[in-house]
């Protein structure tokens, strides 16, 4: 059974700081990884999605990594802003075509 | 192109009545669908989805329903709501028989069963 753990559930920087966010997954036969963004009480924007061939996405300030042999995947968010505050979630969608969930990353980044 | 919409926004019902939640979809034909819910202090739980009209798949035994009486519209029902039945409920989509894949997300109707 596919299990998706992210780490850590909160993390608070100071504007400016570059982060990384971790995502494990224990079953590495995934189709892809997806990290999303929710705002509270919002619905899930998608950020970035990274198939199972590929190794990394990037979209401005974010760069997300796979690692499928490993079962991990990365987000990195350069020169944080107070804007990213919000929980970012990550996603793998398994054989079944399905999107199992992570607990989420609650980042709140400080002016 | 493609959006989503969910309604009501936010829902406040007693133990035991019925429930009707809606998501449609525009700019698209045949797409997947799916329900998910996030209890509080809990990650994302899928709990239906469909392939095409009058086909559901249910992922976890439960007190609610769903059914897609069109193309691109998904209901959530039950007869009976219960207090373990309180969430914030996701529609999402995707592109139908498209393995790997983007699902792209509803705003969500916040449901307190009191």
């Known amino acids: 059974k596919q299990e998706v753990t992210q780490i850590p559930a909160a993390l608070s920087v100071p504007e400016g700081e570059n982060l990384v966010l971790n995502c494990s997954f224990t079953?590495?036969?995934?189709?892809?990884l997806q990290w999303f963004r929710q705002d509270p009480g919002k619905g899930l924007t998608s950020l970035l999605l990274?198939?199972?061939?590929?190794r990394e996405q990037t979209s401005g300030r974010l760069n997300a990594s796979l690692d499928k042999s490993s079962g991990r995947s990365t987000l990195y968010i350069a020169a944080s802003q107070p804007g990213d505050s919000a929980t970012y979630l990550c996603?793998?969608?398994?054989?079944?075509?399905?999107?199992?969930f992570g607990q989420g990353t609650e980042l709140s980044v400080k002016p | 192109s493609q959006t989503i919409h969910q309604w009501p926004a936010t829902l406040v019902q007693p133990v035991g009545s019925p429930l009707s939640l809606e998501c449609t979809v525009e700019?698209?034909?045949?797409?997947?669908l799916y329900w998910y819910r996030q209890a509080a202090g809990r990650g994302l739980q899928l709990l239906f989805y469909?392939?095409?009209?009058?086909?559901i798949s249910s992922e976890v035994p439960q007190n609610l329903s769903a059914s897609r009486p069109q193309d691109r519209q998904f209901i959530l029902s039950s007869k009976k709501l219960l207090l373990s039945d309180s969430g914030f409920y996701l529609c999402?989509?995707?592109?139908?028989?498209?393995?790997?894949?983007?699902?792209?997300f509803g705003p969500g109707t916040r449901l307190t069963v009191l």
């Open positions: 999402a989509w995707s592109p139908i028989a498209v393995r790997g894949d983007e699902q792209f």
């Open positions: 079953d590495s036969a995934i189709y892809n």
């Open positions: 990274i198939q199972s061939s590929q």
């Open positions: 996603a793998v969608e398994n054989q079944g075509g399905k999107l199992i």
């Open positions: 700019g698209t034909s045949n797409p997947n």
């Open positions: 469909s392939v095409g009209i009058g086909q």
